[in-house]
């Protein structure tokens, strides 16, 4: 009966509890629970944002103005034309002089969104039910990723309409992030942070090969069952988030593993969390929550969060330039000679997320280990350069050279996004400037991954841009520049830690 007086238990494991016998399920069992549906969940949220990075080249065509409007291809009598969208020639208004830089214009509507909506989602998220939240955003993000695909089968061209979609699924999609890091915060508390959320941020590169796999198999179905797949995909995804995650241990009668009881004895398989009933225990329970919200402002006060949210910024940038270009600059490169097909191209792109799993596991791993997130960060950051510079240089001459340097480039272009999107925000999220605030995490959360997301609007909206000016070699320029500057933001907190790290065997030392 006493599980019956704890509120937030997703109805989901209100069955799985009677089909229990009753009987609680430990801490344990929950937090692997908790890993897995949110690990579901984030790949949901990064396998629809994958689908324009597959279709660009399809949407794009291969039509030059020479050839707009006039009869392309004429075979036994049977003319095709530039306004027939299941042709090669692209789908308007995107096969024009300056469709690739239209393209980038959509990538900006939603990344744009999407960044502007994180600074909004991770103070909602320090004050609402998460649980409630994730559903709603990956529900309707799943709805708006699903109507950018029926422009294929409403026949749309316009460009507003893309653009109106656009805006709408990244607003939605910025939902996800500052939640899922705040549960899973909630669980995991500090010490091993770094590898487990490395390992558990491999969703993100497991949503992109997902995205991609099922983006590029479509394709031969009609460039929106691209969208519309992946759109049900999260819709799904969402219902199953609503019947079974568990926001933080209280809500199923357990004590959060930052707790210190008295006694120093843990709590977390054998009592339970029961509501406060005592008038002065429920008003000093009030008491504390209305202290628990931070301000915007305070926490970009707290030491490390402009740093590191900055250095994001470069860092994303770098990313989901690869996230939304790599595919089409694949296929525009030819490859020993030959020219790659959409699918192809996109099959191949995912050797970059391939690296990335790697990158962010060994990246946690080395900030637990080192103590020194910003030492690593920019490691992994200064060694992107010579790895971006090679595949740009000479991935071409080489299948095999091609598939080594890009998932070199993957592995150390994700490893420090990885790290600072996961174990340093969470860490900085519970800063012993707070002095126990548990209502910051989301909020800081969404102010590293907000500013990081700005980055990332500007660098697809940026490649268009300059692809259709100044080609790719420009575009690699920018990407050089970026990965320099993301270091350099961090080198003040590197000396810090060096120095540290060399005085621990004195600090050490009783006074």
């Known amino acids: 009966m006493k599980s019956r007086q704890l509120k937030n238990v997703p109805p989901g494991l209100e069955v799985l509890q009677a089909c229990n016998g009753g009987r609680k399920f430990s801490y344990n069992w929950h ?23 597959i279709v660009k080249s399809v949407l794009r065509g291969s039509t030059t103005a020479a050839q707009k409007g006039r009869l392309l291809l004429s075979d036994g009598g049977l003319a095709i034309t530039a306004s027939d969208p299941t042709t090669l020639n692209g789908w308007a208004p995107f096969n024009g002089d300056n469709g690739q830089t239209l393209l980038g214009q959509i990538d900006l509507a939603f990344l744009g969104t999407y960044a502007i909506g994180m600074f909004f989602a991770g103070h909602l ?19 708006f990723t699903s109507l950018f695909g029926m422009g294929y089968f409403w026949d749309m061209h316009s460009f507003s309409y893309y653009v109106m979609v656009s805006i709408m699924a990244g607003l939605f999609q910025s939902t996800g992030w500052p939640s899922v890091v705040s549960i899973v915060a909630n669980w995991s508390g500090k010490g091993k942070r770094g590898l487990i959320m490395g390992i558990w941020n491999a969703h993100t590169s497991v949503g992109n090969i997902l995205g991609t796999v099922v983006a590029a198999a479509m394709l031969s179905r009609g460039w929106g069952y691209s969208f519309v797949v992946p759109g049900f995909l999260m819709i799904g995804l969402g219902v199953l988030i609503y019947a079974g995650l568990v926001v933080s241990p209280s809500d199923v009668g357990h004590s959060n593993p930052d707790d210190k009881p008295s006694g120093g004895s843990s709590r977390h398989d054998d009592e339970e969390v029961l509501p406060l009933k005592e008038g002065g225990k429920e008003a000093a329970g009030k008491e504390k929550q209305e202290v628990e919200s931070i301000h915007f402002m ?13 250095c994001l910024f470069f860092s994303k940038l770098i990313a989901y330039t690869f996230l939304y270009w790599l595919p089409y600059y694949i296929k525009s490169t030819p490859i020993e000679g030959r020219k790659l097909s959409a699918k192809e191209a996109g099959d191949l792109s995912v050797l970059f997320d391939v690296g990335g799993v790697a990158g962010g596991v060994l990246a946690g791993h080395l900030s637990d280990k080192s103590g020194a997130s910003a030492t690593v960060a920019t ?5 992107s350069v010579p790895c971006l510079y090679l595949y740009r240089t000479a991935g071409h001459t080489s299948f095999a050279l091609n598939v080594a340097l890009m998932m070199a480039s993957g592995f150390f272009v994700n490893g420090p996004y990885a790290l600072i999107t996961t174990a340093v925000s969470a860490d900085l999220g519970t800063h012993d400037s707070l002095q126990g605030n548990a209502k910051a995490l989301a909020t800081v959360s969404a102010i590293i991954d907000g500013m990081g997301s700005i980055g990332a609007a500007l660098g697809p909206m940026l490649t268009g841009f300059i692809s259709d000016r100044g080609g790719f070699d420009m575009v ?32 050490a030392k009783p006074m």
């Open 476 to 507: 690699f320029v920018m990407l050089y520049t970026s990965a320099v500057t993301a270091g350099l933001l961090l080198v003040k907190l590197v000396i810090k830690e060096l120095a540290v790290m060399r005085g621990k065997p004195v600090v």
């Open 31 to 53: 937090k692997g629970s908790v890993l897995i549906l949110t690990f579901l969940c984030y790949m949901g949220y990064h396998a629809a944002r994958k689908p324009p990075s």
């Open 125 to 143: 998220g320090d004050r609402v039910d998460l649980r409630w939240f994730l559903t709603a955003g990956m529900v309707f993000s799943g709805i």
């Open 298 to 310: 305070d926490a970009w006060r707290i030491p490390g969060v402009a740093s590191f949210a900055f």
């Open 379 to 383: 490691s992994f950051t200064l060694l």
